[in-house]
């Protein structure tokens, strides 16, 4: 019933979602303010339509929360399903082949049957949009077997800052069984694999200043520290010959990944000439001692995400600038405190500085890492569902990604949550022409209704 209720309405699934990408609901640059909202009222009105009750949109100081339920019985299990609304800004535009938030659909070599390219077509609408019309295909059809609480934000792609303030007020109103997302991906359409373990991540900018203005290069340059030079020797240090980051004590609360599991790890599929090749680049680079798929899951990392300062525009401008800046994000490991790296990081930023500038640090936002365990039911039943709808045992995986929020919600909640995502590491979220399988949307909305039977057996 439930899997005829979906093949019946594939076209209006896609058409809808077609709807809600178009909403430009970028969190970050307030001049989308409006249409992040937009966006909001977009999933209230599909969840009234589709059967969920007692939907709300709450406001925050930031942008808005949408919440609703249908609670069947309550002697059932309670899944909570957590997504966000809001995608990344889509600059550069004109890295684009296609207008970022007018979705068209085109085949590509690995999604012959279509993929989905537009800004939010994986990350995270498409994906959190498998889950409600898995939910309409489930209730339309008399087959759903959990109770189900929907919690969908707007401040994902800067930092969730008003969400845990949202969850620690509404611990009644929340109170589930396990948290179900998708925010995360497969190892392909052929191999399907499941989550086990996100980077926690500290996200900071710095700021260095020499002279109180900017300068000319000519009657200044040579006499006086240039801020850019200096900040880029200070960046340039932080990484030793071994790719190690040479910061006193970040490494002092790492745990080491055991052989036996780094062999299992191990099994998934990866080529790596394929994987030069599809980032045109002849190498590979990182921590010595271990594998790409090690450096990108288990090892911390840190990386320059953005530098400026002086003179950027056409022409020449022969300037000595009073200021340069970048951001910097470090990926941490289970068991790394974000407060103490970026407490770390800010002593030793500071502490090689020359007594020729001033620097500032800025924290942003941080979370902590996370395992999940393979062996409790809500594991087991999306394992169950992943090989019904996939025809294959999923492999568990680590991702190199972060979502601070999944440890947020086992602290106050008290919940475990099963990462249950269907992108692929190829869809380029986050970067022009972002996109989304046609195979992976539907494959999800066909999953997911096996994931809550599943689990309603194994919890009753």
């Not at 611990?171 to 086990?196: F, K, Q, Y």
Request: charged fraction near 20%; glycine fraction near 8%.
């Amino acid at each position: 019933m439930t899997q005829e209720y979906i093949n019946k309405n594939k076209n209006r699934f896609l058409n809808e979602l077609f709807e809600f990408i178009k909403i430009p609901s970028v969190s970050a640059d307030i001049k989308f303010k409006d249409d992040v909202l937009k966006a909001a009222n977009f999933l209230e009105n599909n969840l009234i339509k589709i059967g969920a009750d007692n939907v709300q949109i709450f406001p925050t100081d930031g942008h808005p929360i949408v919440y609703a339920e249908k609670i069947i019985d309550p002697s059932l299990p309670t899944v909570l399903v957590y997504g966000h609304y809001d995608v990344q800004p889509a600059d550069p535009y004109e890295l684009w082949d296609s207008d970022p938030f007018d979705p068209v659909v085109k085949k590509t070599k690995i999604h012959p049957e279509g993929a989905i390219f537009a800004r939010g077509a994986c990350d995270d609408k498409g994906q959190m949009f498998m889950h409600l019309k898995a939910f309409e295909a489930m209730y339309k059809s008399g087959e759903l077997h959990c109770n189900v609480k929907f919690m969908f934000e707007g401040e994902e792609e800067v930092g969730s800052s008003n969400l845990e303030k949202f969850v620690r007020s509404n611990v009644e109103l929340l109170r589930a069984d396990v948290v179900l997302v998708s925010d995360t991906g497969i190892i392909n359409n052929t191999t399907p694999s499941i989550c086990v373990g996100l980077r926690g991540l500290s996200y900071v900018e710095v700021e260095v200043t020499g002279p109180n203005r900017d300068l000319h290069s000519g009657l200044y340059g040579g006499a006086v520290a240039n801020p850019i030079n200096v900040l880029s020797k200070m960046i340039a240090s932080l990484h030793n010959e071994n790719g190690t980051i040479n910061i006193p004590g970040f490494y002092k609360d790492v745990v080491e990944v055991s052989n036996l599991d780094r062999k299992e790890m191990a099994k998934a599929p990866f080529n790596l000439s394929e994987y030069m090749l599809d980032l045109s680049i002849d190498n590979v680079h990182g921590e010595d001692g271990f594998t790409t798929n090690e450096r990108n899951s288990i090892r911390p990392t840190l990386d320059v995400n953005g530098i400026w300062g002086g003179y950027i525009g056409q022409g020449a401008k022969t300037v000595l600038p009073s200021k340069a800046h970048a951001k910097i994000s470090m990926r941490l490991v289970p068991n790394q405190s974000s407060k103490k790296i970026t407490e770390l990081f800010e002593s030793h930023f500071k502490k090689i500085a020359p007594e020729y500038v001033k620097v500032k640090v800025i924290p942003h936002h941080g979370g902590e890492g996370v395992v999940i365990p393979t062996d409790f039911p809500a594991y087991l039943a999306a394992k169950n569902a992943m090989e019904t709808t996939f025809g294959k045992t999923p492999i568990p995986v680590r991702s190199g990604g972060s979502i601070p929020i999944v440890p947020m919600f086992e602290e106050v909640l008290g919940l475990k949550t099963i990462l249950l995502g269907f992108g692929l590491d190829s869809d380029v979220i986050h970067s022009p022409n972002e996109h989304f399988g046609l195979f992976n949307f539907y494959k999800g909305i066909e999953t997911i209704p096996h994931f809550y039977k599943n689990y309603a057996n194994l919890m009753l």
